[in-house]
């Protein structure tokens, strides 16, 4: 098993370790008993997962002598709301959680940002665990203590910064994982390389075909790769207000994908969009060169990701979603472009204009 610590110096209590490997519940199990920071665990998953691997998570638990039960809410980021919160919540009370218990996040990003929130609020903070079932939670959603949840007005707009106890990355978890979900993971993966690594780009490109088709040691790879990167940013900015923010690459105009397509473009896909369109405009803005910009296109769509917006997608609407965007400050949307692969820049604010003929410029 892979250990990878995220050291916060500023609170070394909030300090943790990503633990990365295959087959390590029980390894998982021991580490929560030893470490004692909770005296009853809740398990907060989604109905496909808790039918998944709930019964084998819950065995291990059990069998290292802790007191654990299950929280199911729907699956899909319609969940992702706060009266899903509240209605945990009133379940929690009604089984005597208290400020000594804790929450188990297992699944996707939807149910680790609902569980972190709620693990946030509840009591006035109890700890939370990140166990991460699909690839995009565990290279990204799963580290760096980023909660939230969506309104009608778009994605995370209410949210708090609760860091994990622990991460538990289990490799196998992927192995039953829908194909467009994986595919939907590797624009993460893909973005880390773009804005921070370029061996780990060149590594994405040279074996496309072994990620799609989930090679253990490949994976594994750019997982631990992935993190590492993740871990590093977050150790330099814990809650946003600089460096943190080129992590954002390809996610101004890619929420605004994913919230105004009723979330029927995933994550993953809407920030492939989204890189694409922040490499279309600093292109334009005269910041990266025609070459670059098309690698990043040609390495987004060798791993199977959309680089085009749906043509039933609106520009207008598109644009007026952006403008209520979290990442916008005094009227002005803020994009992080790049002057080339790892070297990336918040931009002071793109002209609303020059963003629109960006997304006239994608609509496929």
């Not at 916008?328 to 002209?351: D, T």
């Amino acid at each position: 098993m892979n250990r990878i610590r995220v050291n916060l110096d500023r609170r070394l209590s909030a300090s943790y370790d990503i633990h990365i490997g295959r087959g390590i519940l029980d390894r998982m199990a021991l580490i929560l008993a030893k470490g004692n920071w909770a005296g009853r665990w809740f398990v907060v998953t989604d109905e496909t997962v808790a039918g998944l691997h709930g019964e084998r998570v819950l065995a291990a638990l059990v069998g290292a002598g802790l007191k654990a039960e299950c929280l199911a809410i729907p699956p899909g980021e319609g969940a992702k709301t706060v009266a899903t919160c509240l209605g945990l919540a009133e379940d929690l009370l009604e089984r005597g959680a208290d400020r000594a218990s804790g929450l188990i996040a297992l699944g996707g990003g939807v149910v680790g940002d609902v569980a972190g929130f709620l693990a946030s609020i509840y009591m006035r903070g109890i700890p939370c665990v990140q166990v991460p079932t699909t690839l995009l939670a565990q290279v990204d959603s799963s580290i760096g203590g980023k909660t939230g949840v969506d309104t009608g007005a778009g994605k995370n707009l209410l949210g708090t910064f609760h860091q994990p106890r622990a991460v538990f990355i289990d490799m196998t978890f992927l192995e039953t994982l829908p194909q467009r979900e994986f595919t939907s993971g590797l624009a993460e993966i893909v973005k880390y390389g773009i804005i921070e690594d370029p061996d780990l780009l060149a590594a994405i490109e040279d074996n496309a075909a072994a990620l799609q088709g989930r090679d253990p040691a490949i994976l594994e790879r750019v997982v631990s790769a992935s993190c590492r990167i993740k871990k590093g940013i977050v150790e330099i900015d814990e809650t946003e207000k600089g460096l943190r923010r080129i992590l954002n690459f390809g996610h101004t105009v890619g929420h605004a994908v994913e919230a105004e397509s009723g979330y029927a473009v995933s994550h993953g896909e809407a920030v492939a969009m989204g890189m694409a369109a922040a490499a279309l405009l600093s292109e334009h803005l005269r910041y990266l060169n025609a070459e670059d910009r098309d690698r990043i296109e040609r390495a987004i769509e060798r791993v199977g990701l959309p680089r085009r917006i749906p043509r039933d997608l609106d520009a207008g609407r598109l644009l007026a979603r952006m403008e209520k965007d979290k990442k916008k400050e005094n009227g002005r949307i803020h994009f992080v472009l790049l002057k080339k692969p790892g070297m990336p820049f918040v931009n002071g604010g793109v002209p609303l204009d020059v963003v629109r003929e960006t997304i006239e410029a994608m609509r496929s």
